[in-house]
């Protein structure tokens, strides 16, 4: 099952507003509802704290999808950080979790639903596939 909440701006950081299942479709309607320019203005005054965003989650693959809108043309341009956290046996057999982020730029909206729809479909090797190719592409303009 897929859930999804939001982060606000004045939350702390690790502090989310669970919001329920959600399917594709919902999630493509969240991100066109939800009120980026007054969120992103409140941030601008304060400058302080987290960016608001979306946080798509498939607790089950312990996988999560943070999406932040960009820039000035909202809606267009969006940071995105894919999460996976893996459990692992650690020093005399305790496990321990272990985050993987992977924070990357998505111009389009087609991009971006385009990889709401893998990690929706729990094409996760796909979805992993393509954060790499997009970060690195990030890199390589930056050079």
């Known amino acids: 099952m897929l859930s999804y909440s939001i982060q606000k701006v004045g939350s702390n950081f690790d502090e989310v507003e669970p919001q329920g ?12 509802e939800f ?5 992103l203005r409140d941030w601008n005054e304060e ?6 965003a ?11 999808l943070w999406i932040t809108a960009l820039g000035e043309g909202l809606g267009q341009d969006f ?25 990357f730029d998505v111009f389009g909206r087609s ?3 385009q990889l709401c729809a893998l990690f929706c479909e729990r094409e996760f090797d796909a979805l992993d596939h393509e954060a ?9 303009d930056e050079d």
């Not at 979306?54 to 999560?64: H, I, M, T």
């Not at 999460?83 to 305790?94: D, E, Y």
């Open 47 to 52: 400058q302080e704290g987290p960016l608001p």
């Open 79 to 103: 940071q995105l950080q894919s999460v996976a956290t893996q459990t692992r046996k650690g020093l005399f057999g305790k496990s321990r979790q272990d985050r993987n982020v992977l924070v």
């Open 132 to 140: 790499q190719r997009l970060a690195r592409q990030a890199e390589d």
């Open 111 to 113: 991009a971006l639903n």
């Open 21 to 32: 299942p959600i399917d594709l479709a919902g999630m493509l309607r969240a991100i066109d």
């Open 54 to 64: 979306l946080v798509l989650e498939s607790e089950a693959d312990q996988r999560q």
């Open 35 to 39: 009120p980026w320019c007054e969120q």
